[in-house]
């Protein structure tokens, strides 16, 4: 048997980390916030010690953890801003809610971001919140609500039914989610009309 080589170990190093990052982000959901690194390992299957290498401590984790699903999320933003071209109608509205909730079913990093902007950050050290909170809003919020071309309070009713509904999918462990009606939900709250 021949050993690995560097790039072999890299690919694995760095499979195990994403491997780490996604239990982490279940084991939030399935802790209330509340876990620890040995909740990391037992959702990731790995060992106490294997998580603590790559993460000594909760802290850490939750950064690396949001990091990566701020990346994805400002990345789907950015995909959704560069397909609208000019002005957008609720059409175009309504697929760019169904494109996060795509993004979000499969990816509770991504979703994490969203919900914990929703709590204010509040599980997070103050130095991280103000943080978290400043690139949510810089990143996400703000060029959404541009985009959407709204100066009121109608992204955060839009966001607020995209974060409750999807929530079901990870607190209650629905299967999936109706993307289409749930969406269209978000659209009603923006247009306020039922």
Same mark, same amino acid.
């Given at each position: ?5 560097? =790039? ?8 195990? +980390? =994403?491997?780490? /990052?996604?239990?982490?982000? +279940? #084991?939030?959901?399935?802790? &209330? ?8 390992? +037992?959702?990731? =299957? ?14 850490? /984790? ?13 990345? !789907? ?6 397909i609208l071209g000019g002005s957008p ?13 795509? /993004? ?24 991280? +919140? ?9 990143? $996400? ?18 966001? #607020?039914? $995209?974060?409750?509904?999807? &929530? ?16 269209? /939900?978000?659209?009603? !709250? ?5």
């Amino acid at each position: 048997m021949c050993p690995r080589t560097k =790039e072999q170990n890299e690919i694995i190093r760095m499979q195990r +980390r =994403e491997q780490i /990052l996604d239990a982490a982000a +279940r #084991a939030y959901f399935h802790t &209330g916030g509340s876990f620890d690194i040995r909740d990391v390992a +037992r959702e990731a =299957e790995l060992g106490y010690g294997t998580v603590y290498h790559y993460y000594p401590n909760r802290h850490l /984790l939750i950064e690396d953890v949001l990091g990566s699903g701020f990346e994805r999320c400002e990345q !789907a933003l950015a995909e959704w801003a560069n397909i609208l071209g000019g002005s957008p109608d609720d059409k175009q509205l309504l697929t760019y809610c169904k494109a996060l909730l795509g /993004l979000w079913q499969s990816d509770a990093r991504a979703y994490l971001v969203y919900k914990m902007a929703a709590e204010h950050y509040a599980g997070l050290p103050e130095k991280d +919140r103000h943080a978290a909170k400043r690139r949510f809003m810089e990143r $996400l919020y703000v060029p959404l609500q541009s985009i959407a071309q709204r100066e009121d309070d109608s992204v955060d009713h839009m966001l #607020a039914v $995209l974060v409750g509904c999807c &929530g079901l999918h990870y607190y209650a462990g629905t299967s999936e989610l109706d993307i289409d009606r749930i969406a269209e /939900l978000a659209i009603q !709250a923006i247009t306020k009309e039922y």
